[in-house]
């Protein structure tokens, strides 16, 4: 089967640290952290502003670089930035993290920088934010980084769809989309609309998750993403349909892994990223794999009304 990179998304290696906490830095040293994205074959690698901001005041972004260019990491992926569109307190930390995105990204050669939408309570509109997209693009585009919006559905952004009218209407070479499979389905997306909607020049990043036809009862989206997103090929989403859209659309790799469970975080690093790696290898051979077996069908029991199929042909939940 073809080869293929795959990127551990900052959350995928933040061992016990999850989303939403008050302190998210990671607690494993960052040589241990690049070392074992290393071993288990990963080609690039995520980080976050509250590790970034740790690591500016601790070894220094120089000495990191050092580091991942000794094992072989050539994909990094720096983020997420939130509040760039905001005015007031909000604003002047957003251009406080933003200053340390932009200086890692420089000295770090990274590939891409990440930014949120808006998921305040009262959140600004689309058109209220184009004028700092276009801004803060261009400032990417001088240290090198494209500039990844991730569109969440609890966000003014909720779908992909609407995301790409952003994108298109900003109209800025180095603004993109990370396209994350977890979200585009709760958005409400399918394999043809995805198709429909996406601009292949606009597509600088996808995330491969596995989670279950619909949202765990109990759990908000937000919960959702924060610990149910399931090791690929472990759920019930067509991922290899998803991974063949996104070839259609031009999208080559890095692809970006995003795995966030209780389970995942309780295990050792190692483990949990090797087996992560080996997973997602084979779904990715399953979407290389030209005229494979059918989809399996669905099971007899329906899913809740509330399910959001990517497509007709999803796997069932094992």
């Given at each position: ?87 007031g307190p909000l604003r002047d930390r957003s251009d406080a993290d933003r200053g340390v995105l932009l200086e890692a990204a420089a000295t770090l050669r990274a590939s891409h920088v990440i930014v949120a939408a808006d998921t305040s309570p009262t959140p ?195």
């Amino acid at each position: 089967m073809e080869e293929h990179d795959l990127l551990a998304t900052a959350w995928t290696t933040a061992g016990g640290v999850r989303p939403g906490d008050a302190d998210e830095r990671c607690a494993i040293p960052i040589e241990i952290r690049i070392a074992e994205v290393a071993a288990a074959g990963f080609a690039g690698i995520g980080l976050g502003m509250h590790d970034l901001h740790a690591l500016r005041g601790s070894i220094g972004f120089r000495a990191l670089q050092r580091m991942l260019d000794d094992a072989g990491i050539v994909w990094v992926q720096l983020g997420t930035l939130d509040h760039w569109w905001a005015d007031g307190p909000l604003r002047d930390r957003s251009d406080a993290d933003r200053g340390v995105l932009l200086e890692a990204a420089a000295t770090l050669r990274a590939s891409h920088v990440i930014v949120a939408a808006d998921t305040s309570p009262t959140p600004s509109t689309p058109d209220a934010m184009l004028h700092a997209w276009h801004h803060l693009a261009a400032q990417a585009e001088t240290v090198g980084a494209q500039l990844v919006l991730e569109p969440v559905p609890w966000s003014n952004l909720p779908t992909i769809e609407r995301a790409a009218r952003f994108v298109r209407s900003a109209d800025h070479r180095n603004g993109g989309l990370l396209v994350d499979a977890m979200h585009v389905l709760r958005g409400g997306s399918t394999l043809a609309s995805l198709r429909d909607a996406l601009d292949p020049r606009s597509v600088f990043a996808v995330e491969l998750s596995d989670g279950l036809l619909s949202t765990p009862s109990g759990l908000t989206l937000a919960d959702e993403s924060r610990d149910a997103r399931y090791v690929p090929g472990s759920g019930a989403w067509d991922l290899p349909g998803f991974i063949r859209t996104m070839r259609s659309l031009g999208f080559d790799e890095p692809w970006g892994v995003e795995v966030c469970t209780p389970a995942h975080r309780a295990m050792p690093l190692e483990q949990s990223l090797r087996t992560v790696a080996a997973a997602t290898r084979a779904v990715l051979d399953a979407a290389d794999a030209i005229g494979g077996p059918a989809a399996p069908p669905m099971p007899s029991t329906p899913a809740p009304t509330s399910a959001v199929d990517f497509d007709v042909h999803q796997r069932p939940a094992r």
